[in-house]
């Protein structure tokens, strides 16, 4: 089992800025998909953002393209999600997800089903 810890979320204003981190508890595999969703009240689950840690290649959804970064740190078994320019429609739960010993692909990381480990999630809020 892996378990993945959400931290860093928190009420800004909008144009703001917010580091989210996901601690695992430790990698089945030296390299996986790591990716970040979220999930605002009455709409559905969403993927943000991912990155292979194999090659450092990302994805990132149109929505946060640009304002988002995802990062990761193999040593500190963590991954990162910088969020700038934060927006009214930002505010959602954000998770952490991995896809154990697999490459994100050009369509994987879109496919929630293909996500074995989840974070309990982390709120972000942003105000206007």
């Known amino acids: 089992q892996v378990q993945l810890v959400e931290s860093g979320g928190g009420s800004v204003q909008a144009g703001g800025s917010l580091r989210l981190s996901c601690a695992a508890s430790?990698?089945?595999?030296?390299?996986?998909?790591m990716a970040w969703f979220r999930q605002a009240p009455g709409k559905e689950r969403e993927v943000v953002a991912a990155i292979y840690t194999g090659d450092d290649s990302t994805s990132y959804a149109d929505s946060v393209k640009g304002r988002f970064t995802i990062s990761h740190d193999n040593a500190e078994k963590k991954v990162y999600l910088q969020m700038n320019s934060l927006k009214p429609e930002d505010t959602a739960m954000y998770y952490c997800a991995t896809i154990p010993g697999r490459a994100c692909g050009a369509s994987r990381w879109t496919r929630e089903y293909d996500y074995a480990y989840w974070g309990q999630g982390t709120q972000v809020t942003v105000s206007s």
């Open positions: 430790r990698y089945i595999y030296s390299y996986n998909c």
